[in-house]
C-alpha cells in the first residue's frame, strides 16, 4: 500500500509506504508503477545510487538543468534526515518557496522531487543512508545548485558541514532559472 500525497509545491509528493516489520527486521517496497503512473509521476529511472553522510552533513542544494534535467525519487534507508525541496520554476504558485520532510527508514516515507526543484538534505541521526533514483543520467556539465542557506529554510544546525561545491553555489536570490512552471 503506497500514499501520495502533493505537497504545497505542484507535482512534488511525499510517499508514504507500508513498512512491513517483524523479529528478522524490516521490509519496505520503495516503488510500485503503477501507483506513480496513477498520480503522473516518472516510472522510468536511469540511474540509482546512494550516499553514506555523518551527522551534522548538509548536501545540497542541487539538481541538473536541461536538457539534462530529471525527477528524483529520494528515501532515507538508515537514519533520519530532514529533506528538502526548492521550487525553481518561473511562473509556479510557490516559485522561491521550500517544503521540509524527515525522513526516516521506521516511517519508510521517501520525497518525489519534479524537475525543476532544487533538492538537499540534513544529517540528523549519527550517520544516514540516503538512496536516490534519478530520470536521467548524471551529467556533471549540466549540474547546478543554490546556496544552501539562501532559501529560508529551516535547518537543523546554523554551521553544518558542507562541501566547497556546495558553498560556492550561487544565493536563490541571483539564480537565474531556466524552469518554467507548466500546470
Not at 29 to 57: D, W
Request: glycine share 6%; charged share 25%.
Amino acid at each position: 500500500m503506497m500514499n501520495c500525497r502533493e505537497t504545497k509545491i505542484p507535482g512534488c509528493y511525499e510517499i508514504d509506504v507500508k513498512v512491513f516489520k517483524d523479529d528478522r527486521g524490516r521490509f519496505v517496497k520503495t516503488f510500485h508503477e503503477e501507483v506513480y503512473r496513477e498520480f503522473g509521476l516518472a516510472t522510468h529511472f536511469a540511474e540509482a545510487y546512494y550516499s553514506v553522510s555523518q551527522q551534522n552533513v548538509l548536501r545540497g542544494l542541487h539538481f541538473q538543468v536541461p536538457p539534462k534535467d530529471h525527477a528524483k525519487l529520494v528515501h532515507c534507508a538508515e537514519g533520519e534526515i530532514l529533506d528538502a525541496v526548492v521550487d525553481l520554476r518561473v511562473g509556479s504558485p510557490t516559485y522561491g518557496e521550500h517544503a521540509v520532510f524527515t525522513l526516516t527508514p521506521e516511517k519508510g516515507n521517501a520525497v518525489y522531487v519534479p524537475s525543476g526543484l532544487a533538492h538537499g538534505f540534513y544529517i540528523v541521526s549519527e550517520m544516514a543512508l540516503v538512496m536516490y533514483q534519478v530520470s536521467s543520467v548524471y551529467a556533471p556539465e549540466h549540474e547546478e545548485g543554490i546556496l544552501w542557506n539562501s532559501a529560508r529554510i529551516p535547518w537543523v544546525a546554523e554551521a553544518p558541514i558542507v562541501s566547497a561545491k556546495d558553498q560556492q553555489w550561487k544565493p536563490l536570490a541571483e539564480f537565474e532559472s531556466p524552469f518554467r512552471f507548466e500546470s
